[in-house]
């Protein structure tokens, strides 16, 4: 973030909070339906789960704008590096046979990403408000991390060959 991309407001900060816990909700819902269709019942319960946390993270920060207009911000306005919001897993990532750990991988990375973007407000901030509330979001974030960590150090690494299909489905074009 330079520092004419500081983000300065409350509805500006909502906005950009908003888009990111609706896109992790929303890549977490398609990994769990792919995951399902593939019938990798442990990748998808895990990414249902996260979900679900994204959903509540969602509803907490629409409460939080009530009465406010957010800006609109187009896709290329938003103050974040690349194309994607930053608590997205990245899916050039996923593979259909992945197992609990990597799901769990993928996610880890996804939620430090979003805990860096407010980690970042709440270090450019001066509205004493943004400040506050990019450190609750920022502290939701830092549990999301700590519970995916938990949640590894149950789900080891899998032997190599994990990936190995004897019957790889079909990719179309
Ligand atoms: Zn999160």
């Not at 860096?116 to 709440?122: D, M």
Request: with cysteine; proline share 7%; charged share 30%.
């Amino acid at each position: 973030m330079g520092p004419s991309e500081k983000i300065d407001t409350v509805p500006e900060l909502l906005a950009h909070a908003l888009a990111i816990e609706e896109e992790a909700r929303e890549r977490y819902g398609e990994l769990a339906e792919q995951m399902e269709m593939h019938h990798n019942a442990e990748a998808a319960d895990f990414f249902r789960m996260m979900a679900k946390a994204e959903a509540a993270h969602c509803e907490m920060i629409v409460r939080r704008a009530e009465g406010m207009t957010l800006p609109h911000i187009a896709p290329w306005e938003y103050r974040w590096q690349g194309a994607e919001p930053p608590e997205s897993v990245d899916v050039g990532e996923v593979s259909y046979l992945m197992t609990r750990h990597h799901a769990l991988w993928l996610a880890l990375r996804a939620e430090e990403q979003g805990l860096a973007f407010f980690s970042r407000i709440v270090e450019t901030a001066d509205d004493p408000e943004v400040l506050a509330i990019a450190g609750e979001l920022a502290e939701e974030e830092r549990e999301h991390v700590a519970l995916v960590k938990k949640l590894l150090a149950g789900s080891p690494a899998p032997e190599a060959g994990w990936d190995d299909d004897p019957d790889p489905p079909v990719l179309g074009d």
